[in-house]
């Protein structure tokens, strides 16, 4: 049974510069470690991610706190991506994948949730994920059922 996630990059810097070059936070590296701990049993042998710099850090925490060693492939086209480009990204994943994660940017992650589950998201958070189960990566063509989603902000 194929397991599909995708994750919203956690909390970014907002100082002045180049919004493809912006770090993550401390606050922002604590939640994607957090999400990479809550992830870390699952059989994750495939990681896309966006190449801007706050998405691959993300990715690279998430992966570091997993007990599987998934390469992390940085897909340029997640930068200002659109539904569709999400939906190529999970056409290249390979079909003797066990589970597969992509990281990115909102709105889009929040719209692929959506155009996936066929149902609309109210809120996707920074460092939130969502945790899709499915019969066959031929699914992943249609409407898959409904996601676990959670975030790993910390709350006072």
């Known amino acids: 049974m194929p397991i599909l996630i995708f994750a919203r990059h956690a ?3 907002h100082e002045p510069g180049p919004d493809y070059g912006r770090p993550l936070t401390q606050e ?3 939640e994607a470690r957090r999400a ?3 992830l870390a049993d699952l059989p994750i042998d495939s990681a896309i991610a966006s190449s801007a710099r706050r ?3 993300t990715a690279q925490l998430i992966i570091e706190q997993l007990n599987a060693e998934p390469e992390l492939r940085l897909d340029d086209a997640l930068y ?3 539904v569709l480009d999400w939906r190529e990204a999970v056409a ?3 079909a003797e994948s066990q589970a597969a994660i992509i990281v990115g940017h909102n709105p889009t992650v929040a719209d692929a949730v959506a155009e996936f589950s066929g149902r609309p998201v109210e809120k996707f958070r920074p460092s939130s994920i969502a945790v899709f189960e499915f019969d066959s990566w031929d699914d992943a063509a249609g409407i898959l059922p409904q996601p676990q989603i959670r975030d790993f902000v910390q709350r006072a």
Request: glycine share 12%; hydrophobic share 35%.
């Open 36 to 38: 990479g701990e809550f």
């Open 80 to 82: 200002q991506a659109q």
């Open 11 to 13: 909390h970014a810097s």
């Open 28 to 30: 922002g590296r604590d």
């Open 55 to 57: 998405i691959a850090e």
């Open 92 to 94: 290249t994943i390979p």
